[in-house]
């Protein structure tokens, strides 16, 4: 089945500055990556997803990388903001035949610095 | 809409009791899911319900936990003779594709 890895476990930033997530995944076949973004005692929510038919996503702030050769997708945050302060997640899946289960990395916890 | 939604917000209990947990869907979404999540942890996976389809059971624990899925809504979580690692919240998800919307979560506590 498939494997996440994601680093690092936790990451402090000041504001104003970026911030990277990276994960790696196992299995070749998986074609979809969603990243979700979870407040201190908030529920899990999707923030940004890419699939495999493009490298590059991105959305305001947030931008999604997807390397398909070297099995790893990264989140960027730009232009950091303490409102970014949560635990965030990646995912992995194979998007077809019906089946929608996500394999999801063990989360970053990101701290922005006033 | 209204999105999904899970009952009780919070549970304790005392060891070796038995607790039902429940997760009400978005209406229309055939895919549902259960995680546990344990105090600073990550999303651990313990059953999915697709449609008809028979459920994957893999990430249940023991056989201490169980699930059901009534159709395409109400599912319930059982864990019969709870242990105090059984200390989590609980978290239920559903989708219609690929993206999960996640409810509140059941906080379980066990003395």
């Known amino acids: 089945g498939e494997n996440v890895e994601q680093h690092p476990s936790t990451l402090s930033v000041q504001e104003g500055d970026s911030a990277v997530i990276k994960c790696t995944y196992s299995?070749?076949?998986?074609?979809?990556f969603p990243w979700y973004k979870q407040e201190l005692g908030k529920r899990p929510q999707l923030i940004i997803d890419i699939r495999s038919n493009v490298g590059e996503k991105k959305d305001q702030r947030i931008a999604v990388t997807l390397n398909k050769t070297a099995k790893h997708f990264s989140l960027h945050i730009t232009e950091t903001q303490p409102e970014d302060s949560a635990v965030y997640f990646c995912a992995a899946t194979y998007s077809g035949a019906g089946s929608y289960q996500l394999t999801f990395g063990k989360g970053t916890k990101l701290s922005v610095i006033p | 809409g209204a999105g999904v939604s899970q009952s009780p917000s919070n549970k304790v209990t005392e060891k070796g009791k038995d607790v039902e947990l429940r997760c009400d869907p978005i209406s229309g979404h055939t895919a549902l899911y259960w995680y546990r999540q344990r105090l600073g942890q990550g999303l651990e996976f313990l059953i999915y319900f697709q449609g008809n389809s028979a459920p994957d059971k893999s990430g249940l624990p023991s056989d201490r936990f169980s699930a059901e899925r009534t159709g395409e809504s109400v599912s319930t979580l059982t864990i019969q003779r709870t242990q105090q690692e059984d200390s989590a919240v609980y978290l239920c998800a559903s989708s219609l594709g690929n993206t999960q919307y996640f409810g509140p979560g059941t906080r379980l506590t066990v003395l």
């Open positions: 299995d070749s076949a998986s074609n979809y």
